[in-house]
């Protein structure tokens, strides 16, 4: 079982930037990924960026990439989500993942 825990959403405006973090606790496996999907309002949940946790490679959706990067903090079992030069389109519920474990979820408000 994992447990995740997601911070730092909010309201913004078009071109600021905003961090996320998820917590995590739990067993996981030795280089396992963690990963942030989103779903804006009215459409399906997609792929934002993941981490492999052993060897730090990452993989980002090509909407995001080069505006937000994915780092761990392995002392605070914390993935984080540092998000620059936000767009209205980046508004949504912004999600935490580890296999089939999801966070509860955290608004990202992107006002044009």
């Known amino acids: 079982q994992v447990q995740l825990v997601e911070s730092g959403g909010g309201l913004v405006q078009a071109g600021g930037n905003l961090k996320l973090s998820c917590m995590f606790s739990g067993r996981t496996a030795k280089n396992f990924v963690m990963a942030w999907f989103r779903q804006p309002p009215g459409k399906e949940r997609e792929f934002v960026a993941d981490i492999s946790w052993a060897d730090v490679r990452t993989h980002y959706a090509e909407s995001v990439k080069g505006r937000f990067t994915i780092s761990r903090d392995n002392a605070e079992n914390t993935v984080v989500l540092n998000m620059n030069s936000l767009k209205f389109e980046d508004t949504a519920v912004y999600y935490c993942?580890?296999?089939?474990?999801w966070g509860q979820g955290t608004q990202v408000t992107v006002s044009s």
């Open positions: 993942n580890h296999k089939n474990f």
